[in-house]
């Protein structure tokens, strides 16, 4: 967009980005911007560094010991089965930008099958995309599958263990499991009927590191390393 | 003025994040002691309440404790570069549905900012890292100070601050932007 490339507006962009007024979709398009644009990146670093300190001038309040508690427990690597809800609802949701940018590219693939209309796009712990799923309507399908595309560099998956892919349901219902991947970078997933009955309700999708033959318990039991947030496309 | 607190706390904190980069949970441990207090209250300004606060604040830790790495990079202050992680995921935040859908429940403590001189700023003035920032907010006038200040320490949008301020939102908008124009260039200046 070429009103971005004004250094007035990027100016004044990135200062009420850090100052907090720069909300909602143009938070999340200049976001998205950043990832892409180091000297934007430097004029947020410095709008942080002069008025981020501000802060400390604000009174402290102690949060509960149960905050840090979880924060033990988590950084413990003792979080085994108990990735907790706050996980789950701290899902990232800036990828939606990214999505659809995604959603176009996935969509010129040519196919015989009814149009993907739902995208998840997973990121990795820095926020970059690195599995994209998406599904068409599940009624319109007589085999139900989803298409995983693997858009970063893979990462190893270590002898010994597997990824599988969860659905989160809406409300607090736990993550349900909706199979192991593959490395190739396309992929197609097969799902149950009664998860394709399900999938209307899945707001996101996460990837998590269990042992070879799945998590034994139903549940994810390792570590959480790619999550996304299901967007319509169509 | 008393500089050297400041600065022993900030070279501490460079440490005790090194050292989480290195996985050492007790060092973590110190650095949340030390900080904690510090980002939940930011924390709970911006969120207004204190389920969403202690999330994001439990989030943002386990995030410190694994990019505390990614850390020695920067070239920010240790407590700025943690402050803007918690503001960060709490704008975040209130951009969820369910956020949004909250409305003006909390009663704003405006605290001391709606002064002409704000004291809390005078306790500011006195460290280093923030000295500049507080000496030019002195320089605004008023309401862009106060616009400012509400839209940074409470995390309020340009709507709300029209609400609060009972002004029309171009108003306000231009507050914001003629203060953040002035601060740059008295911040350039200093």
């Known amino acids: 967009m070429a009103s971005y490339k004004s250094p007035q507006l990027r100016d004044k962009l990135a200062a009420e980005y850090v100052l907090g007024t720069l909300r909602g979709r143009a938070r999340a398009r200049f976001q998205s911007l950043l990832r892409y644009d180091p000297s934007l990146r430097r004029s947020v670093a410095e709008w942080e560094a002069s008025i981020t300190p501000l802060a400390a001038a604000a009174s402290e309040i102690a949060p509960p010991a149960r905050v840090w508690q979880a924060i033990s427990r988590r950084i413990a690597g003792t979080a085994r089965a108990g990735v907790g809800l706050t996980f789950w609802r701290g899902l990232a949701v800036t990828s939606a930008t990214f999505a659809l940018v995604l959603a176009a590219f996935i969509g010129m693939t040519p196919r015989l099958e009814p149009p993907m209309t739902m995208v998840a796009v997973m990121n990795d712990d820095r926020g970059q995309p690195a599995i994209v799923v998406s599904w068409p309507p599940m009624k319109a399908m007589r085999d139900p599958h989803l298409r995983i595309k693997v858009v970063q560099e893979h990462p190893t998956m270590a002898s010994g263990t597997a990824w599988e892919m969860w659905m989160l349901p809406g409300g607090k219902a736990a993550p349900v499991s909706m199979g192991l991947i593959g490395i190739d970078r396309d992929q197609v997933m097969k799902i149950t009927p009664a998860l394709a009955g399900r999938m209307g309700d899945a707001w996101g999708i996460t990837m998590s590191v269990e042992p070879a033959g799945g998590s034994p318990t139903g549940a994810p039991t390792g570590p959480v390393i790619f999550k996304g947030q299901c967007v319509k496309i169509l | 003025m008393n500089r050297s607190a400041p600065d022993a706390l900030a070279l501490t904190l460079a440490e005790l994040l090194g050292q989480s980069a290195l996985k050492n949970q007790r060092a973590f441990g110190d650095l949340y002691q030390l900080t904690s207090a510090k980002l939940y209250g930011v924390a709970l300004r911006i969120l207004r309440r204190q389920d969403w606060a202690e999330e994001v604040l439990q989030e943002c830790y386990v995030n410190i404790w694994n990019h505390a790495g990614d850390y020695a990079v920067t070239k920010s202050a ?33 605290e001391a900012w709606q002064d002409d001189a704000p004291g809390p700023m005078e306790s500011l003035l006195a460290a280093s890292e923030g000295a500049a920032v ?53 911040l350039s200046g200093a």
């Open chain 2, 78 to 110: 240790p407590l700025t570069w943690m402050t803007s992680i918690v503001r960060n995921r709490c704008l975040d935040w209130l951009r969820r549905p369910q956020a949004e859908a909250t409305g003006v429940e909390y009663d704003i403590a405006v």
């Open chain 2, 134 to 186: 507080a000496r030019c907010l002195q320089q605004l006038e008023s309401k862009q100070r106060q616009s400012i200040m509400l839209a940074f320490f409470h995390g309020l949008s340009h709507t709300e601050l029209a609400r609060h301020m009972q002004q029309p939102l171009g108003t306000v908008k231009t507050w914001v932007r003629r203060g953040l124009e002035r601060l740059k260039g008295c």
